[in-house]
């Protein structure tokens, strides 16, 4: 079973930084050929994708962070990034690491992570 841990989020100011990591388990040596993605929920909002990478490489984000939001991901590490620059209150949400055979983003499947609190606020 593939087990996924965030961690990183917190509290920051507009403007401010932010690093999320999830690490991976279970995935035995196959973690390299695992989708990865990030999606944030802000309450009262369906879960939506923030930054996605394939196994070959391929990445989509939507145009609210580009340029701001960076996905990287470590395969010797079983771990997936996600850099946050000059994030702003909008950006406040649950965010959540996903790891998927398919690159179906839209849907929400394969393995998800508890979820780490990003909260943006002067």
């Known amino acids: 079973q593939v087990q996924l841990v965030e961690s990183g989020g917190g ?3 507009p403007g401010g930084s932010l690093r999320l990591s999830c690490e991976a388990s279970g995935t035995g040596n196959l973690f390299s050929i695992y989708n990865m993605g990030w999606y944030r929920q802000a309450p009262g909002k369906q879960r939506e994708l923030v930054a996605a990478v ?3 490489g391929s990445r989509v984000s939507p145009d609210s962070v580009k340029g701001r939001f960076t996905l990287s ?3 010797a590490k079983n771990t997936v ?3 946050m ?3 702003k209150p909008e950006d406040t949400a649950v965010y959540y690491c996903n790891a ?3 690159v179906e983003w839209r849907k929400k499947t394969g393995y ?3 979820g780490t609190q990003v ?3 002067a």
């Open 73 to 75: 991901r470590d395969d």
């Open 54 to 56: 394939s196994s070959g």
């Open 81 to 83: 990034y996600l850099q």
């Open 100 to 102: 998927r055979w398919d």
């Open 112 to 114: 998800w992570g508890q």
């Open 85 to 87: 620059n000059n994030l």
């Open 119 to 121: 909260t943006v606020s």
């Open 11 to 13: 509290l920051v100011q």
